[in-house]
């Protein structure tokens, strides 16, 4: 009796909320396909290499996400070896994309976004204001026993993402100021899983 009153007045609420389009969690995001001629050369790219902290509203679209995630740590070879050198190969680096719709875990050799956390934690991972601006948070997880070589495999993924946002006029800033306990927690990361850094991104403020 019980369990048929639920299910009247799960189904009123439905009918009185129905769920819009924006609103569906996709446990899966195919990305699509790297440019791999966009963006300004090396050079240009790496003069213009900045942190900023200020962020405009404009979404980062799949097509963006999709490169620089490619860009951290994504496949590069035929092998499966990645744009980061691991040592031993180890290719122990996870990024995980904290957006708009919820928390992802990117795989590089599906090159897709797999869902972890529906709930909205880029902005309370943090704990300076100016990211609440930014449209994507990145989280650079490793369980390598080795944390100086995990600190390092995220710090080439970082910079990788850096000379992207660089290239294509995108602005981000490393952070290390975060809440890794909660982040452990929310993004269901194992026991031997640790939080290592973040990254905020976002397009600028329109002049
Ligand atoms: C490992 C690391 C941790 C950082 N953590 C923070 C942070 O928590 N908050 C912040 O605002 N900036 C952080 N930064 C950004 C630095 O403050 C910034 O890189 C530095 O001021 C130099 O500026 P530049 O990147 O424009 O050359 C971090 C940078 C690195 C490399």
Known sequence: MRKLLFLVLGGIFMLSNPVKAEDKIETEIALPTPDYESGRPLMQTLKERQTYREFGPRIINDQNLAELLWAANGVNRPDGRRTIPTARDSRDLDVYVLKQGGAYR???????????NPAALRYTAAKQDFVKQADVLLVYVSNNKNREYAAMHAGSAYQD???????????NVVLGMIDKDMLHKELHLNDDDYVIIAQALGWPKKK
Do not use: K, T
């Open 106 to 116: 990117y795989n590089p050799d599906r090159h897709m976004l797999e869902l972890v």
């Open 161 to 171: 993402v850096g000379l992207y946002c660089a290239s294509v006029g995108m602005h």
